[in-house]
């Protein structure tokens, strides 16, 4: 029984009827998958890399003292304004750059750096990106050296719809255009300072000189309130917890 | 529907058979069908599938099919958990809070469908089935101006995804547009808030400009979403699994928000155990119980493993003492029958007396723990934000207590306090989340003191923790009574030192440290921003910073790497 010098195989070898077994048909309705394609989905305007973009442009903004006689939010915002257009976001990619901007805020950055920078960055990005609805998180956004102080001169000169999910500082939609800024949090002082139009609604409690040179819009707030004086405001409307406390009916 | 196991096994199928109950067919069902997440349970109108694969020209196999596969979506994609379904129904009820119950009812509703289908059309192996089942049930909807466009922007969105053609009326397209840049599978919690900012607005944009009623023929199943019941009928221990997922994803603020509102919607918590004191060397500290659970929970999701030290440990050995008279009750292989001429007489015959003996030895053991935390004004403070230096300490303590070891704590600003090491696992929890807010200065005496026989001192002022199995009797009469000898061997205590920097001491905690550094092996983990220079002294020193929750395991990833470092350089 040799084959080419080989022993052949005797035929006893052979496992015969091992599909018969008991254990095995336990697993019959279990067969092997057809393999089909999977797909990424589709989406627009997620862009990594102009969230990068935004972040180094953002990184080579210095401010020199917001105490400083010199200092004009209004010639920063501009500067801003220049460096960012050429760049088109979407509001995923201002999203995006605002959830990064807590890890862009470091120990030893003066207040200004940590507070009024972000908040004129990101009204400046809003501001020059297309489409209307925006949704900003700043429940990390703060002043590391002390807590409790928050993103301030947020909406400066707005024109377009903003949620905000958590608490802001001051000047809260400073010379606000148009639009509609609703702080799901607390807001500090002088909200709607120098305001010209559109609308401001705090859900929670809003601090001292409301509505400080309004000029027109209206502000709304639902919790309570700090020390409140009319006497600076020409324009607009003022609501605490559903009252006209002042301008027209 | 003869057909519903089989098409059922085969829904199943597609996604690996997950462990559910087999479906129900009901007679009446208001949307058709749904997963019913109280009972965990699948259930289907038989009337609605005849209705609608008559009305889509689709057969009722199929039809079911498609049906079966968007229900196990639910339990398979989204929301999944109960934590994902809170989390979103808490953003749309916060950002759509202008808008009626019935409205958010909707929106969570097709958004919860659209994640779900989303999933589906992705995979080559459903996408058919989900296609067909969605046209059929447009065709369902005639007459009803809001779902049909609500329903057709969202098959427009299906199609895109699926890379089919789908033709949409021109003035949806806007509509379309804003919703292909939404990420429906994105669990990022800033995506998905993001996702559901978008979808929503869209929604209520059409609502606005359709009008008509919300809830009906809304696809299949408004139930599946019926949040209220949902939330009324989990349990705590559900709850509790849920507030653990949530925790993990938001901020602490958002997060006691977040149980206000379950609060408010007759949702029942958790109960926190009883509030408790624990006595410190700076008095008696009372314990934020919620700041307690809180990071208790989270520090779930980040157990450390420790790597176990050769320590000197007590054990004994049977040892052959001296000899007795043997009873009959006694082992007989021990009796020693020469004592009595060769017979084995009761009383008479002597026997080995054997006795346990206590030997020193060595052996791999896990030591004890020193937690040192700073808790100075710069650090966050605990119940308003989230703590990377609390929740690393929380996971270190509680990962040591599981292996049978003691706690110590030291917390420290510009005054110190410290507790003794105890086996107490809250007292020492709670030692560690206390803020005291103030300048960063360590008590290097109480730190040198806690790391050697000088501890002896500290227990001597906190009497409680060593003799807390005795009656206060015999407290008051100053009984004195060990401690485990083994708190008391410097070499059995391992140091964690959690701070943000700006230590005011600093080259003196290191030196101690590096002193030391044969005895107590010492990890300094940097938080929050950290800018001192501690590089120098990372040799003898681990080093660990961390700029994100999820660096937290990596604490003793580290120190395990050098251990085997070490090890393969030693076995060259």
Redesign the interface.
Known sequence: MQRNGRAEKPKTWQRIGIEELAASKRFG??KT??Q???????????DEKKVEQLLEIYGKIRFISYFNPDFMPEDVYRLMLVALRKIHC???EV??FC?RLP?CI???DSLVDSLVKPGLFISALINSTRGN?F?I?T??IQF??S?WWRIASLGYKNTKRI?V??DVGNDLGEKMLKGEIHV?GNAGDTIGNSMRGGKIIVNGNAGDEIGNLMKGGEIRVNGEMGEFDDCRISGGRIIHKGILITGDD | MKNLIPVWEKARGHYHYPSLKEPKVVDKLDGGACYDFKKRETLVDKNFVDETSRKGGITSDQCLEGILIHEIGHYMTFPRTLGTLILAAKMIDDFFDKQDQETRGFVLQTYADMADDLDSVLKEQRTNQILDIRKACQAGLEGDELNTNVRAVMLAYLHHQAQREYKLKPELKENFERMKEIDFLNENVEAMRLGIWTFGNIIVDMLKKYGGAKGSCNGFGPSDMELKGILQNASPEDMKEALREISGKITKREFDKLKEWLKENGTKLPQLPQAITIGTSGGELPVDQDVLDYYKQLSMNYPLVISKKLLETESTIRTWSDTEKWRPCKDPGLALPGSSGGKILPGITRSIRIEHRPIKSTDYKVPHLLVVIDSSGSMPVPDQRKSYAVLGAYCAARSYHLHGSSVGVINFSSQSFYLPYTRELDHSLGAISAFQGGGTVVDIEMVRKMLGPEMAELYAKNPEYSMRRLPREAIKKELSIGVPDDVFKAESIDVLMFTDGGIYNLGEVLSLFEERAELNRATVVLTHGFEQEIKEFSEKINVHEIEDEKDIPNIIIEQTKRNFAHFAEARG
Not at chain 1, 36 to 46: A, I, Q, S, T
Request: glycine residues 10%; proline residues 8%.
């Open positions: 309705k279990y998958e057809e089909k394609p999977v797909r990424e989905p589709g989406l627009k305007g997620h979407t509001k995923y999203a995006a959830s890890k470091k120990k030893g609805d949704m998180n429940q990390e590391i050296e807590p949620k999910v958590g799901l």
